[in-house]
């Protein structure tokens, strides 16, 4: 019975997904905050805090890039999972603060990578609780904006 799929395993996974998405989207977002301040101090010298968008979208962007190395390595696959859904969260939030005055480019962007990461997931044959992920991250988004 190789496979045999262990239904409790599966369950505690996605409730790991989603628990640890959680928190990852609350360490980023705090860290996120600390960046904000650090250049806040340095970088805001005439008070016109145009730092704040390139910082915000290319915070997301480092998140995607570190989750999409943490793919390639070893570790837990239900923490893979949980890291993409707080680099999406971070990623799709920031886009969505960003292009505020734009919704349909957010909208655009955020159903892109959406998707693209979906693709992905498919194409590598992850494990159904990878696909949480997004979801977790719109759902976090929505809350957000």
Same mark, same amino acid.
């Given at each position: 019975?190789?496979?045999? !799929?262990?239904? /409790? /395993?599966? !369950?505690?996974?996605? @409730? ?8 990852? %989207?609350? %360490? =980023? #977002?705090? $860290?996120?905050?600390? $960046?904000?301040a650090a250049f806040e101090s340095f970088a805001n010298r005439d008070g016109s805090y145009r730092f704040v968008g390139p910082l915000r979208v290319g915070y997301g962007l480092v998140l995607c890039g570190l989750c999409a190395i943490l793919y ?6 239900? %923490?893979?999972?949980?890291? &993409? +859904? ?6 799709? !939030?920031? $886009? ?9 480019? #957010? ?7 959406? @998707? ?5 997931? +498919? ?8 696909? &949480?992920?997004?979801?977790?991250? +719109?759902?976090?988004?929505? =809350?957000? @904006?």
């Amino acid at each position: 019975m190789a496979g045999k !799929i262990d239904v /409790k /395993k599966e !369950i505690l996974n996605a @409730l790991v997904v989603a628990g640890t998405g959680v928190l990852l %989207l609350a %360490l =980023a #977002f705090a $860290l996120y905050f600390g $960046l904000f301040a650090a250049f806040e101090s340095f970088a805001n010298r005439d008070g016109s805090y145009r730092f704040v968008g390139p910082l915000r979208v290319g915070y997301g962007l480092v998140l995607c890039g570190l989750c999409a190395i943490l793919y390639r390595t070893r570790a837990p696959e239900p %923490l893979k999972a949980a890291s &993409l +859904a707080a680099a999406l969260g971070t990623l799709w !939030i920031s $886009l969505g603060v960003q292009f505020h005055e734009r919704p349909r480019v #957010f909208l655009v962007l955020a159903f892109a990578s959406g @998707l693209g990461a979906v693709a992905l997931l +498919a194409r590598s044959k992850r494990r159904w609780y990878h696909f &949480l992920a997004p979801a977790l991250a +719109a759902a976090a988004a929505f =809350a957000y @904006l």
